[in-house]
Nanobody, 125 residues
Framework: QVQLVESGGGLVQAGGSLRLSCAASGRFSNYNMGWFRQAPGKEREFVAHIAWSSSRTYYEDSVKGRFTISRDNTKNTGYLQMNSLKPEDTAVYYC???????????????????WGQGTQVTVSS
């Protein structure tokens, strides 16, 4: 059992940065971690994924080169550093834990067993 709590969201101007955190309880180090986002009226979409050992990372194309996913298993915390933010990045961001990794499974919402409550990110133009 893993419980996840996101923080770090807020309002930022286009071109700015935010760092999201995902604090976990339970055996976080046993799980791969992903970040997803959901904008109003849209489906939840994949953003980034990191394997339990940090050995592999995957990104959605629109965030490559701007976002960086990382984790610190000693602190039971995952992170999403977001730079060069754009208005289209506005969404509720969720972290999630999965027993699966790899190019295909990293992007599959159904493969994530545990989810946080989400944190709002708003990017103004």
């Amino acid at each position: 059992q893993v419980q996840l709590v996101e923080s770090g969201g807020g309002l930022v101007q286009a071109g700015g940065s935010l760092r999201l955190s995902c604090a976990a309880s339970g055996r976080f180090s046993n799980y791969n971690m992903g970040w997803f986002r959901q904008a109003p009226g849209k489906e939840r979409e994949f953003v980034a994924h990191i394997a339990w050992s940090s050995s592999r990372t995957y990104y959605e194309d629109s965030v490559k080169g701007r976002f960086t996913i990382s984790r610190d298993n000693t602190k039971n915390t995952g992170y999403l550093q977001m730079n060069s933010l754009k208005p289209e990045d506005t969404a509720v961001y969720y972290c999630a834990a999965s027993g699966y990794s790899g190019t295909y499974y990293a992007r599959e919402i159904s493969k994530y067993d545990y989810w946080g409550q989400g944190t709002q990110v708003t990017v103004s133009s």
